[in-house]
Structure formats: C-alpha cells, structure tokens
C-alpha cells in the first residue's frame, strides 16, 4: 500500500545521495520488495516511473526491481521451502473450488507460516 | 548480476559511474523518526502502545474502561488518530486524562511524524508525567501495519462481529502485532466468530503470538488485559 509515497520516498533518497556524491545523474536503482511487505510491484514501478521526470537528477533512472519469492516455516515438519505466490493456490478445474491451501513441498501439510519477507531495501545505486 | 563487479544491477551498467551500496529501507525516514519518538516516551519515564484495529472494533471504548480501571495509579495519556472529528479525543477527555486528537483529513494511518507532534502537545498537557500512552490509529486493518510510530508494544483488536477469518485476511498486520486482542466477547452467542479459528490463523501467521479476549462491556477477560499492561510498566 501508498506505493506513490513511497516511490516518493525513495526518490528523496536518490536525491539525498546524489548530492553527498556529487553526482548528477541517477542512472540505476536496484530495490528489493519483500513478498510479505504488502507492496505491489507493478503498482510500485508505475509510480517510481511517474515521479521520477520531475527531477533532471532522476528522470533518467531505471528502477532493477527485486521480487523474491516467498518463504515458508512448516510448523509440523519444521522445513522451510519457498513457494511462489503463482505456483501455490489456483486449480485448473473449475468444480474443485478453484482454491487449495499451500502444502508443504516436504510433508504435504497445510501449517505453513510466512517467514521473514518483509523488507523494502534500497540496495545500490549508480550514478555519474 | 554483473560480472566485472558483483552487484545487483544488470549487466551493461557503465563502470565510469560510481556504483553507490546503500543497504536501506525505503522507510528509513519514518523509521528514523520512530526510534525518536520511541527515545522521548522512554525518557518522558513512559511505554507507548499502538492500538490498531478496523473501524468500531472497540478501540475507543477498550481505553475508557482501561482508564477507569488504572488512571488512579497509572499516569495515562492518549493520542488519537482519526481523519475528522475530536470525538475520541472528548470521550478520552471525560474521563479525566490529557488526549491529542491527530485529524489527518485524509490520510489512513498515523505516521511517526504526526505522533512525533501529538507527543509534543501531550507533554505540554501531562505536567505530572506519564506511564503509559496509547496511541489510538486510525481504524484500519491495512495501512497502519506499515508504519512504526515510535511504539513499545503493537495491539491488534479484533472483534467478534468482524469475523474469525480476519487474521488469514490481513496477514502483514496480524503478523506484524504483539497481542492480538479479541474483543465484544459477549457477542459471542449472535455471530459465527469461532475463537478457536481466530486462534489458529493467528499462530499460523505468528506461532508465539499472545492472544487475549475480552468484553469491555461486561469485563470478561479484562483483568488478563490489566495484568498484561501492567508488566509493561517499571515498578
């Protein structure tokens, strides 16, 4: 959620960075979104996008957008697997309901507890 | 990942252009001001709590019996966050202790810098000192889970009408509280609510999460409440 205002955000930092190296062009920003942060990537990218023009410093920049996928806890068998988002939950028969719950990939039970994932991380930026 | 120097960025990045390692949250500036307000409750002798829940949860209610119950040994102060109206503010008021009302006019969660100012005006309005204060944020179970507002505990109200599914619903802000509190018990017997369903979703998302139940109309639960908010306080 407020994708806007934190792409907002990030670019105050760009801003702030640029002017501590003396740099006058951002060129590259590489950005990790956690699975669990409740950021959405596309929506994230749009306003990253929308916003940077404003600025001669960022309007050229290009957001390297990270998205790993998620981790999960088994809380029976105590594994810890990743299961894309994709991957876990629709059926391709429409009379089955359409939804399972995630199984662990190790024992096949359903008690899968998110693990870590949360992280908004500005890691590197290039600029000249 | 680049070959030549290792870094995240693709490949045909120019090497004339410095390469900055950052390593930061994009929330770094609320967070700064967080830690902040955390350091001033701390030195004010305080502990701060951060109640958050949808609209009509509870919230306000839960503190007027809380005051009742402690305000005779416990020094409390409320800030209040709404998007219009003094109200929870006035009702915290009757019941003789200083509340700051933050009206966002829109915005749907308090942040760090807007409770960074309540605490200020707070202050200014406790003269005797405080113990305790909570922080009621706007009623809301998505966008309060993301911004961390300087508090030493977070409480997630969830009441009975509102569903047991709820927990596996929101997932960021029930994972992301210290004590889930379930509230409107005595509502139990008019609605589908299953305690046992809230309970499993809840340690599902948190496996040690503590979890309470309550009814601040006729008191059930409350004293587990009480005891809760009061080996948070020194003393």
Known sequence: MHELSLAQSLLDQLLDLAREHGASRITRVAVTIGPFSGVVRDSFAFGFDTLKGALEVTRDAV???????????????????VIPFAASEWSPDPLAGGFYPKKCPWCCLTRLSPKGGTELTLNQVEME | MCDTCGCQLHEHHHHD??????????????????????HHIEHMGAVAINLISSPGSGKTTLLERTIEALKET????????????????????????????LTTGGACHLDAPMVHSGLHVLEHFAKDGLDLIFIENVGNLVCPATFDLG????????????????PAKYPATFRGADLVLITKTDLLPYFDFSVDEATR????LKPDQAIL??????????????AYLRQLLPR
């Open chain 2, 17 to 38: 252009a410095k390469v900055v390692e950052v390593n930061r949250s994009l929330l770094e500036a609320n967070r700064k001001q967080a830690d902040s307000n955390r």
């Open chain 2, 213 to 226: 139940a309550l009814s601040a109309t006729t008191g059930d639960g409350f004293d587990a409440w009480l």
């Open chain 2, 201 to 204: 979703e809840t340690r599902l």
């Open chain 2, 74 to 101: 416990v020094r409390i102060g409320v800030i209040e966050g709404d998007i219009e109206t003094e109200r929870d503010a006035d009702r915290i008021r009757a019941k003789g202790v200083p509340a700051v009302q």
């Open chain 2, 151 to 166: 508090e030493h505990r977070r409480v997630v109200l969830l009441s009975t009408p509102e569903g047991s599914d709820k």
């Open chain 1, 63 to 81: 957001l390297d957008l990270e998205t790993p996928d998620p981790l999960y806890l088994c809380l029976d068998c105590n594994r810890v697997s």
